[in-house]
């Protein structure tokens, strides 16, 4: 009970943080991006429901995502037309809630009697089906062009018009917390740890008599319900929705945002979701490869940090807890191997702009601004400049990564030590 209790005392501080941050970032950009990364932290830890928790991994959740929105625009421009009857904007997350559960309870219920591959195959076939439907069917979807909407619909409480965007940022905000502490505690019930059960060992899950197939459903239908609720929220954000949203671009971002987070824990997809967001909204103001970073930043962290952010932190835990002068410790080695890696990366990311600019000018000035410096792409000198950081940061990295690793494994040798005598 108490660390529950210290649990969402944490949650506590997040919330307080998170709502005083408009008062600090008062820019229309940072107040669009804070919504857009409270949605997608609803999002994505939705998701992670799924392939976290329960071991399935979708290549097409976005459709409950999308379909939610979708439903919701259309409800919204019914009342704005007054067709529909007046339904509070703030309890907007809940028809999504029930449209994302409804379908979910629909392809679930088919595609979780396969497991695996299958089941990826499966749900990357039910996402390219309603993407060429939101496409095909343009009385209800309008195609290419989606659907926009007026979010200020009817008389809302206090004088509230979820006109101004930080009236929205405090909506997402609000079901932010509620949608995340409700997912966070399904984890600690006797279903959440049968989901886990089933994720790792399906066949004695089986054998003591749980119908694996019907907690994978349960779990399918959980999560496209919280993935319905932000369907909803991103569609109050942009007062728009599109073909976009259930396309499989949408579901291959969350499933990046939860891998880099990483997936293994509850934070993983919160951090990957705010971390990988804040990169869309900023790499492309500074270069026009910011796809390829992308690329890059999951392709290493998959590589060389399978758990995640959020478990190179959480692999720190008993090291911390044993001695904190321990973990002083790995400081100087951890800043050294980084600095020899981020020395690296310098050279690789010049040589990345230079080559992407020589291919989009081949004639004229050959000037490129990397890293706030202006740089000749025509010129030996620059392509040397950059070499040699790839070059030295790769010496470094031979020198810095042993003398990390020795003061990790030692680090780990003084906690069994401790353990062992306990």
């Known amino acids: 009970m108490a660390n529950l209790f210290k649990s969402f005392s944490t949650w506590i501080i997040i919330g307080v943080i998170a709502a005083?941050?408009?008062?600090?970032?008062?820019?229309?950009?940072?107040?669009?991006?804070?919504?857009?990364?409270?949605?997608?932290?609803?999002?994505?830890?939705?998701?992670?429901?799924?392939?976290?928790?329960?071991?399935?991994?979708?290549?097409?959740?976005?459709?409950?995502?999308?379909?939610?929105?979708?439903?919701?625009?259309?409800?919204?421009?019914?009342?704005?037309?007054?067709?529909?009857?007046?339904?509070?904007?703030?309890?907007?997350?809940?028809i999504g809630a029930v449209v994302g559960l409804f379908f979910g309870c629909l392809v679930g219920y088919v595609s979780t009697r396969r497991a695996g591959t299958a089941f990826a195959m499966i749900s990357l076939g039910f996402g390219e089906m309603v993407t060429a439907m939101t496409l095909i069917f343009v009385l209800f979807f309008n195609g290419e062009d989606g659907i926009q909407t007026d979010r200020m619909v009817g008389p809302e409480p206090f004088g509230i018009t979820f006109g101004p965007q930080i009236e929205i940022y405090y909506l997402i905000l609000f079901w932010c917390v509620i949608t995340v502490a409700l997912m966070y505690i399904i984890t600690k019930t006797p279903f959440g740890r049968m989901s886990n059960a089933v994720r790792d060992n399906p066949e004695r899950a089986a054998f003591i008599g749980y119908s694996v197939r019907r907690v994978r459903w349960q779990a399918f239908a959980l999560s496209s319900m919280f993935a319905g609720a932000a369907g909803s929220l991103h569609a109050l954000n942009y007062e728009h929705i599109g073909f976009e949203s259930v396309s499989v671009i949408q579901s291959g971002a969350v499933l990046f945002m939860a891998f880099i987070g990483g997936a293994g824990h509850f934070l993983g997809p919160i951090v990957g979701a705010i971390g990988l967001t804040y990169l869309d909204s900023t790499l492309a103001d500074y270069t026009e490869a910011w796809l390829l970073y992308l690329g890059l930043t999951f392709s290493g962290i998959v590589m060389f940090a399978p758990g995640g952010l959020a478990g190179l932190i959480v692999m720190?835990?008993?090291?911390?807890?044993?001695?904190k002068k321990l973990l002083t410790s790995l400081v100087k080695p951890y800043l050294l191997a980084i600095g020899s890696v981020v020395t690296g990366l310098i050279g690789l990311i010049g040589?990345?702009?230079?080559?992407?600019?020589?291919?989009?000018?081949?004639?004229?000035?050959?000037?490129?601004?990397?890293?706030?410096?202006?740089?000749?792409?025509?010129?030996?000198?620059?392509?040397?400049?950059?070499?040699?950081?790839?070059?030295?940061?790769?010496?470094?990295?031979?020198?810095?990564?042993?003398m990390a690793k020795e003061s990790w494994d030692h680090a780990i040798s003084v906690v069994k030590t401790e353990i062992s005598h306990e």
């Open 316 to 323: 720190h835990g008993p090291i911390a807890r044993t001695d």
């Open 20 to 94: 005083i941050l408009p008062l600090i970032f008062d820019s229309s950009f940072a107040l669009t991006l804070l919504s857009k990364m409270g949605v997608l932290i609803i999002f994505t830890v939705a998701y992670n429901m799924l392939l976290g928790q329960g071991g399935m991994l979708s290549f097409g959740h976005a459709i409950y995502f999308g379909l939610a929105g979708y439903a919701s625009i259309h409800i919204m421009n019914g009342i704005g037309a007054e067709t529909l009857p007046y339904f509070p904007t703030v309890l907007f997350p809940l």
């Open 351 to 402: 040589i990345i702009e230079m080559l992407y600019f020589r291919s989009l000018i081949s004639k004229g000035e050959g000037e490129v601004i990397i890293f706030w410096t202006e740089f000749n792409a025509n010129g030996i000198t620059s392509w040397l400049i950059f070499i040699g950081l790839i070059l030295g940061g790769v010496f470094l990295s031979k020198k810095t990564f042993p």
